[in-house]
């Protein structure tokens, strides 16, 4: 910790995981850089006992990436905390993939899902019929990161499916909910272009190669090995982005129209031959914002960081809500 010289120095704690004590290695040069702007660092694990929230100004969730089978304790640790960004009602919202739901409900184009609710109580036949019967689909939780139990599956391959059923078994076992998806052959074409905002203005965007090749493996990782690279987003991409993010501040409970733009949000895209990108994941709670792949994009998370301290708590957004 530094703390410049006479006046109190704003301090802000970056958040992380137990696993990555010093950040992940994309996010680690930002303490210098927060405290070139002046200000007072803390990096903190999230479940940590012994870290004291109440000394920091603000504290801004990074690799927190291991909440997926503890949600609910997360939920309530960005409750307790006023000072949390993106605030707790935001982490609610959004740590749930649900939130793809409400977004098509409001017509966004997103992956059309099927959605298995573990308190259905599916037999394995009534899996098997839900499953697609053509071409390949994918089961994901709809609370995961990282691609963590993520698996890609051929509907017309009996070895296929019969792995899809013990997978989707498995999770809804575990009191979790499927989301079924085809799987996006644009994906495997193109890849998805992640476009990073902060406070609404766009800042770069990323491409992520694709990520599955068959059926769900267990990993001790925090997340499956991603192949990021430096891209150019299109004008109509970085407009689809910025229509998701409008709408999604009108569907966030305890957000309005009238609420700041968020710290930092990011929106994972897959491209189509000649219709508007389609929504894989809004990203507003730990993305990974891969600042080494674009010019000045650290000097610009730093500077958004230093700005949401000065503005302070959105006084219309309700971060209990
Ligand atoms: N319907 C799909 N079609 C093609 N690829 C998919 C699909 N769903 C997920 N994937 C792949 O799996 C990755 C992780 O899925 P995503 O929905 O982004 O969840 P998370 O990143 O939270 O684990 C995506 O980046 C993509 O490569
Ligand atoms: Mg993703």
């Not at 640790?77 to 409001?106: F, G, I, M, Q």
């Not at 990282?146 to 792995?163: E, H, I, P, Q, V």
């Amino acid at each position: 910790m530094t703390s410049t010289s006479g006046a109190h120095s704003a301090r802000v704690a970056l958040v992380t995981c137990a696993d990555l004590p010093e950040l992940d290695e994309e996010d680690a040069p930002l303490v210098g850089l927060l405290e070139d702007r002046g200000l007072a660092v803390g990096v903190e694990v999230w479940d940590d006992p012994a870290a004291d929230w109440s000394a920091y100004d603000l504290v801004v969730v990074r690799s927190a990436w291991d909440y997926s089978l503890r949600r609910r304790e997360f939920l309530d640790w960005a409750r307790s905390l006023p000072t949390l960004r993106n605030p707790a009602n935001v982490v609610a919202w959004n740590s749930d993939k649900h939130y793809l739901a409400d977004l098509a409900k409001d017509g966004q184009s997103v992956v059309e899902t099927l959605w298995l609710e573990p308190e259905r109580g599916y037999s394995k036949r009534d899996l098997h019929n839900r499953f697609p019967a053509r071409e390949d689909f994918v089961l994901k939780p709809a609370v995961s990161a990282g691609s963590l139990d993520t698996g890609r599956y051929t509907a017309t391959n009996a070895d296929s499916r019969r792995l899809a059923i013990m997978h989707a078994h498995r999770l809804l076992e575990a009191g979790r909910s499927v989301m079924v998806q085809r799987y996006m052959p644009e994906v495997d074409a193109f890849g998805e272009t992640a476009l990073v905002f902060l406070h609404g203005e766009f800042s770069h965007a990323v491409h992520k190669g694709p990520m599955l090749v068959g059926a769900d493996e267990p990993t001790d990782g925090l997340y499956k090995p991603e192949v990021m690279s430096p891209f150019a987003a299109s004008e109509l991409e970085i407009d689809t982005a910025k229509e998701i993010l409008a709408f999604a501040r009108e569907r966030i409970p305890g957000r309005s129209a009238g609420s700041r733009p968020l710290l930092y949000a990011r929106v994972d895209l897959v491209r189509r031959e000649g219709q508007r990108p389609v929504l894989m994941e809004l990203e507003l709670v730990e993305p990974s914002l891969f600042p080494s792949l674009a010019d000045g994009a650290l000097d610009r998370i730093a500077d958004a960081i230093v700005r949401e301290i000065e503005l302070g708590p959105d006084p219309r957004n309700d971060a209990s809500a």
